[in-house]
């Protein structure tokens, strides 16, 4: 036996303390193969006589050890002890079915989207699976559909698996199925799953499928350009998961008053009359804003020829801001100049300048008046020489730069 403590090598550890070991023989299976380590129990008569517990919470497999993380319960380890080593037996039946499955899936996975399916990483836990693999595309729900029912019928159908060690010139040419990628021995164990599966593997698999008992998808989605990931639970965690979503069907249901199978036509219903809503709200936000902004029109400042309107509106949209501004510049005539300036929500400045064509032909453009209006709020924006928009990021500045915008235009239309 060696003893690490705290990354460093000891004689002996004490109850409270984490350690890692490695013992002259082990039945933990160490993670490898995506399928991670075991847990359980170190066990023995202990130094002081009193009994030793290590609960064992992680295996790993370095450079051909196998390294054995947990935290001493009770006793004293040290090194030279003789212990017995449990498996947690109940982790590895879940982490059996996991694995199994996790085959099952490859092969659905391949009859259903095609041949060129390959795995490109995979994950296989006491409660649920992972399965990584290449394809262009997301799966639809009818192919995930078909995916999982072809795993749940190789389930029901019993099939007894062949596990066995040969050459891998002939476990290839008998077609079992290798990660790309992965390093082999010249003599590999082959997992077959007779007519379904046969797969290149060290995990740990059952007897047969029906021990799996159910399998479910949970979610399909993108991981990285051309790779698909996978999540599912088999066997007992499928209850859980099951039991989650008749819990939320039944609280909706109550909610909607509706049977289940009503649900989705009743979510869909209230999501229309949403829309429907939303899109009257904003007609009567925009209808409010240009209401505002005609009675804004008398207070518009005269210097000769020209009309100067500057002033801040609250809690309109940006698009009902600029419909205003171009209102008022229509209703004000060509010598018409036009800023107004509003927060539409926390956070957020909008900004219109809405210019006549006497106000342009004295150089003032509103693309670039604006812009520059804009960045005293800490954003920017642009547009046509005769109305432009932008925003900002400075509610607290706005006041002051819709003063800075009054003072430029008073001074180059005085």
């Known amino acids: 036996m060696a003893l690490l403590l705290q990354g460093a090598c000891a004689d002996q550890a004490a109850a409270g303390d984490a350690v890692q070991v490695v013992l002259s023989a082990t039945p933990f299976y160490g993670e490898s193969g995506g399928q991670v380590g075991d847990r359980g129990v170190l066990s023995g008569d202990g130094r002081d006589g009193s009994g030793l517990i290590v609960r064992i919470g992680d295996v790993q497999k370095t450079g051909g050890l196998f390294v054995h993380s947990g935290v001493v319960e009770r006793g004293t380890l040290a090194v030279g002890d003789a212990v017995n080593a449990r498996v947690d037996a109940a982790c590895r039946r879940r982490a059996r079915m996991n694995h199994t499955a996790t085959h099952l899936l490859q092969s659905a996975l391949r ?90 593997c060290g995990g740990t698999h059952v007897s047969n499928t029906a021990e799996i008992g159910l399998f479910k998808i949970i979610s399909e989605s993108g991981v990285a350009a051309g790779i698909r990931r996978i999540e599912a639970v088999a066997g007992a965690a499928v209850l859980p998961y099951l039991e989650e979503r008749d819990r939320v069907c039944r609280e909706l249901g109550e909610r909607f008053k509706a049977q289940p199978g009503e649900i989705v036509e009743r979510v869909v219903a209230l999501q229309d009359e949403l829309r429907s809503l939303g899109k009257q709200l904003a007609a009567a936000r925009s209808d409010l804003a240009l209401a505002r902004s005609m009675a804004l029109a008398g207070q518009a400042e005269v210097f000769g020829t020209f009309q100067l309107l500057v002033n801040r509106l609250d809690g309109v949209d940006p698009a009902s801001l600029q419909t205003a501004a171009q209102q008022l510049r229509e209703r004000l005539g060509n010598g018409a100049a036009v800023v107004l300036g509003g927060s539409p929500a926390a956070g957020k400045v909008s900004l219109v300048a809405a210019f006549g064509t006497d106000v342009i032909a004295r150089g003032q453009a509103a693309g670039s008046f604006i812009a520059a209006v804009a960045r005293l709020c800490g954003g920017g924006g642009g547009g046509r020489p005769n109305l432009a928009q932008a925003g900002g990021r400075d509610v607290s500045k706005l006041d002051g730069a819709l003063v800075r915008a009054r003072l430029l235009l008073t001074t180059a239309l005085a």
């Not at 990628?181 to 010249?186: A, F, I, L």
Request: hydrophobic letters at 45%; charged letters at 25%.
């Open 111 to 200: 009859q259903v989207l095609g041949p060129e399916i390959c795995q490109a990483g995979s994950l296989v836990d006491f409660d649920r699976l992972r399965f990584d693999f290449n394809h262009p595309r997301p799966a639809t729900a009818g192919e995930l559909q078909r995916i999982e029912a072809l795993i749940n019928d190789w389930i029901s159908e019993a099939h007894d698996l062949a596990v066995a060690e040969m050459p891998i010139e002939q476990a290839r040419a008998r077609g079992a199925i290798a990660m790309f990628g992965e390093k082999y021995d010249d003599v590999v164990r082959v997992v077959d799953v007779p007519g379904v599966s046969m797969e290149l």
